[in-house]
């Protein structure tokens, strides 16, 4: 069984500062995407990861992909208010599908305090 | 474009009742696939569907869920006999063939 360990899965900070949260497996993931979730919405795609080492840049958020596609992380720089929500990794599972069937880590909640 | 459509987005049952969840893909996407997030939990996959045909559906539950995505109309989650450990966020998304999915806004059972 494939799983995402996320962290740290609470994270409170003042606007302006950065941080990074992680996304952690044992094992190999062909891709990983990010979503971010706010209260009473569905996950919305922020980016997909695809090669090793791969470093993806949006806006204020910056991914990056391990070396051994076992591992990635996201950096927020000069955090914002509207930066709060629920910030979720996953993972294509299963044999014989691509991103149809995910594995989601169990999130990491930000918040950002103005 | 219209996204992934989710109806009702809020559902109370008594416990033994039957809930009916809905999901209308985006257009042109042929493939439907439901998700569970339980409170304090993270998001898991429950049923891949395709038009008439279940692709996979390792995630259900064995017993009192069911799914399908018929020919003409949205794909339904039906749970039987709902018990208060079913009270989740359900969430339906939709792709074309082999790329991103988009999910829905989710429905939101609460069984009383």
């Known amino acids: 069984t494939q799983l995402l360990e996320q962290s740290p899965q609470f994270l409170s900070i003042q606007e302006g500062e950065n941080l990074t949260v992680y996304c952690n497996s044992s094992s190999v993931f062909s891709s990983l995407q990010w979503y971010r979730q706010e209260p009473g919405e569905g996950p919305v795609l922020l980016v997909t990861?695809?090669?090793?080492?791969e470093v993806k840049k949006l806006k204020r958020l910056t991914f990056q992909f391990g070396d051994a596609r076992k591992d990635s992380s996201l950096h927020i720089t000069a955090a914002q208010p509207g930066d709060t929500g629920l910030y979720l990794c996953?993972?294509?599972?299963?044999?014989?599908?691509?991103?149809?069937?995910?594995?989601f880590g169990t999130g990491t909640r930000l918040t950002i305090i103005p | 474009n219209a996204g992934v459509m989710q109806n009702p987005r809020h559902l109370v049952r008594r416990r033994g009742q039957e809930a009916r969840l809905r999901c209308s893909p985006m257009?042109?996407?042929?493939?439907v696939y439901w998700y569970r997030q339980l409170p304090e939990e993270g998001l898991k996959f429950m049923v891949y569907l395709q038009k008439e045909n279940i692709i996979d559906e390792s995630g259900m539950p064995k017993e009192r869920f069911s799914a399908e995505f018929p020919k003409e109309g949205p794909s339904i989650l039906r749970i039987q006999q709902v018990v208060r450990g079913d009270s989740a966020a359900y969430f339906c998304a939709s792709s074309p063939p082999g790329n991103t999915i988009y999910f829905g806004e989710g429905s939101w059972l609460t069984v009383v």
């Open positions: 257009k042109g996407h042929s493939h």
């Open positions: 990861v695809v090669t090793g080492g």
């Open positions: 996953a993972g294509p599972s299963g044999d014989n599908f691509g991103n149809e069937k995910l594995t």
